[in-house]
DNA sequence: GAGTGGTCTAGACCACCTG
DNA sequence: AGGTGGTCTAGACCACTCG
């Protein structure tokens, strides 16, 4: 029930900064406890969808989940924010491939024997290059995936809408390298460039099913942006 | 009183992987509701300190709230858990300065009016200089913040300790860039080689007190690590 | 089947903010 | 002073895990 609600609030159309009704008119809206309610707000408070200040309210936040350019989100997802034209070339569709020998993360047995889905996206900010990403996936419950093209060229959505499947976590080792020429080449940067290198691991709604990425970027343009707390 | 027991469960010395006393047990033991106890239980799921297994119960981490080295975490206490010998460098004590005419965050006009406690520190791991930080505080509300030296070289427990101030989040934005000559030498680089640089803005718990770092990395050796949730 | 965490109800008092 | 979110009590039923 916390869940409907919590879609509900933010589908219901709230602009931004605008105060949301308080915990007991809500509660007293849908026939819930204060405390389901309290536990719907936490929940948005923690996707960063809205702000509670004491003795005031809740304020549907100015960026809903904002993280930046470049940040873990899905690439078109997070750019649009900044009124970038975002483009994705897909420079090699999903194939089956097996497993390169030294893996930058280590897998599980079942992964191993599964195999593969390998792709590579370029993605580009106003018509320029800046992040080129190969992606591994372990062939584990995706039928035909590889006969169906991405939804919207989005590897996310793609796992949202056709297996339900839901990007939780993420987890990165950041380097800043010098491209090699083959990089160099992609992100349209002279060979020895330094570019941001970074190996990600995707945490799902699937116990045990992971994303792995290895993504370089040119960072002259755009930076990198995270926020996290604690 | 959850923010008590939250200390205790972890003071009380649980060891990586113990199955923490139920809800039911932590309740009957501590005479408070179980409401409650979950509320403790879920700030330390948040910060990492347990995991929880539905059916199965709680379990102390593994790696209490390890984010990785060179994380947003003070240096020393990400740097430790990775088994390094760590050592921080104070190459200029804290002083009072005025702010850079382009400070690469916008400051608030009591910022400003403030002026900027400055320091700079050389982060070693084995020997070896992995990280050079520039930090910027608006001196505000830190009486005699530059009489006294910092609390084992650390900047965050010195503001815990001294001012109870905690670190709340961080927004950090991440490039390449081709170190110069300054950078290089600090660094024992070679001019032109690639590192990070990044700017973080870190949020407090005292509303509208920040902390600006300015830092560059070598990533030869160690990689920056992040993770983070949804 | 017994125990666990996940969710929910129906109240209560408090500190905080704003008019 | 009145409303807000923060915290807490005292129950209840459920889905899940494990022996």
Chains 1, 2 share one sequence.
């Not at 992606?135 to 339900?164: A, C, K, R, W």
Request: hydrophobic share 40%; charged share 25%; glycine share 4%.
């Amino acid at each position: 029930m916390h869940q409907l609600l919590k879609k509900q609030i933010l589908a219901g159309e709230f602009q931004e900064g605008d105060l949301l009704p308080s915990e007991n008119e809500l509660s007293a809206a849908h026939n819930i406890t204060r405390a389901t309610v309290r536990q719907a707000l936490e929940e948005l408070v923690k996707e960063k969808y809205i702000y509670k200040h004491k003795g005031r309210g809740s304020v549907v936040s100015s960026q809903r989940k904002t993280l930046g350019l470049l940040s873990f989100r899905g690439f078109s997802e997070v750019a649009e924010a900044a009124h970038l034209t975002v483009k994705t070339v897909v420079l090699q569709k999903p194939v089956l491939v097996s497993w390169e020998d030294d893996f930058f993360y280590p897998l599980s047995k079942a992964e191993k024997a599964a195999g593969c889905i390998f792709l590579e996206r370029l993605r580009c900010a106003d018509q320029d290059p800046v992040m080129l990403e190969y992606t591994y996936i372990p062939n584990i419950g995706l039928p035909d995936f590889l006969q169906h093209s991405l939804v919207h060229d989005s590897l996310f959505e793609t796992l949202h809408v056709q297996y339900d499947i839901e990007i939780m976590n993420v987890e990165q080792d950041i380097r800043a390298i010098a491209a090699v020429a083959e990089t160099a080449r992609q992100l349209k940067l002279s060979e020895g460039s330094p570019v941001l290198h970074i190996y990600r691991r995707y945490g799902t709604s699937r116990k045990g099913f992971y994303l792995y990425s290895s993504l370089f970027c040119n960072t002259t343009q755009y930076a990198l942006s995270n926020s996290f707390d604690s």
